[in-house]
């Protein structure tokens, strides 16, 4: 088991570039399994989601190479049709794959995923849009079984919601299946147009991803590509909390500022002076923050859920009471508690969290409750004064590569130490 130490209570500074992002890799890579040949991923993270996602490939039969952060994959001889529950229960993203293997392969049996640490998660939305491109569903003790053996057709399909995975799951389904398909309600997420962006250039056809409307016109084959993801927006709007919290003066490289946009009026909200570049952010933060009136989480190009718990670390230690709505995801607030630990004042009533600024927060031990909620313990951790120790860090390392190294960079204070025991259970 390892756990972070952080001496906090000390301004960040400095420059560093910001990994590739885990939300476009995920399809992408779920995506390859359609390719004729191979394909090379650049700016693949190295965090533990890639690893589930890198296993669950081999299971189904690819060669997968490593090396850096390029991520090569050989789908040629992938005809497996099965993930197993171990692996489901890795990653809960692994529906991803759902749409992928049932158009290779024309059939899919997958596990349900159930709930996970910050929701109920459905996937009522992705069953949905295989069943209106043709497939058959049966769902059964635990299982999902689909299949579409005269292969999948194009349909017009409209969400009820704009879910992220199920406009992924579409779009890689219908790239290959025959006709055209209108998506409509789709997810905007800037990782959606990097999956068309893939996709394209391995020879599918679609326009419009990244907006409300995706048409995608089906063609018989794909090949392989090689294909750059784009920087984590929600790994460089940690970091810039953490610079924002503890009063800091940071320049974030290689990244999409465009990609950052709800998130930025926030900072200026709480007083920092940002400036952008082409691709690169500077946060100047001010001596103390200013609290924020009210911040709802929603999708893109709304205020990301996946951020949200990181601001609230940082709204701990502003001047004044801010509020935060959660309308994402039901159980978001899980590390609230811990956040409680260090010193801060919040309550949590529903999907609203009120928190009231205090001057300081003080080290102690914390636990890592989920991704996200692991990040803000580390914001929270960088600007409490004395030691604080962070343990069940696996959840965060699902998601952020090396933090400890990344905000090394930025003179922080934080290291990863291996404590020896082994009490990590799987998620
Ligand atoms: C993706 C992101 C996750 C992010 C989320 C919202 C990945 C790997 N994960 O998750 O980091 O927090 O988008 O931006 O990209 N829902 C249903 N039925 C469904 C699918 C979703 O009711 O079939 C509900 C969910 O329970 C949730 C909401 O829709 O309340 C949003 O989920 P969705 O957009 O699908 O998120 P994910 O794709 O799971």
Sequence with gaps: MSEYVIEGGHRLFGECDVQGAKNSALPILAATLLCNGKSTIKNCPEILDIRATTKILEFLGCRTERKGHFLTVDPSSADGCEIPETLMREMRSSVIFLGAILARNGKVRLSTPGGCEIGLRPIDLHLDGMRRLGAEIKEEFGHIECSAPEGLKGANITLSFPSVGATENIIIAASVAK???????????????????????????ISGAGQGTVVIEGVKSLNGTTHSVITDRIAAATYLCAAAVTGGEIK????????????????????????????????????????????????????????????????????????????????????????????????????????????????????????????????????????????????????????EKILGMLSANIKRIDTGENTDEQE
């Design 179 to 205: 006709g055209t398909t209108t998506l409509r309600n789709a997810a905007c997420e800037p990782e959606i147009s990097d999956l068309a962006d893939f996709l394209n250039s391995c020879g599918a056809r």
């Design 252 to 403: 974030l490289n290689n990244i999409i500022p465009a990609h950052l946009g709800p998130m930025i009026e926030i900072f200026e909200d709480t007083g920092c002076k940002i400036r952008t570049e082409s691709n690169n952010i500077r946060l100047k933060a001010p001596e103390r923050l200013r609290s924020v009136k009210l911040i709802r989480t929603m999708p893109y190009p709304g205020f990301p859920t996946d951020i949200q718990a990181p601001v609230v670390a940082m709204l701990t230690k502003a001047d004044g009471t801010s509020v935060l709505i959660e309308t994402i995801f039901e159980n978001r607030y899980k590390y609230i508690g811990e956040l409680v630990r260090l010193g801060a004042r919040l309550r949590v009533d529903g999907r609203m969290a009120v928190i009231e600024g205090v001057e300081r927060l003080h080290g102690a031990r914390v636990r890592t409750t989920d991704l996200r909620g692991g990040a803000a313990l580390i914001v929270a951790g960088l600007a409490a004064q004395g030691t604080t120790v962070i343990s069940e860090i696996r959840h965060i390392e699902r998601g952020y590569e090396a933090p």
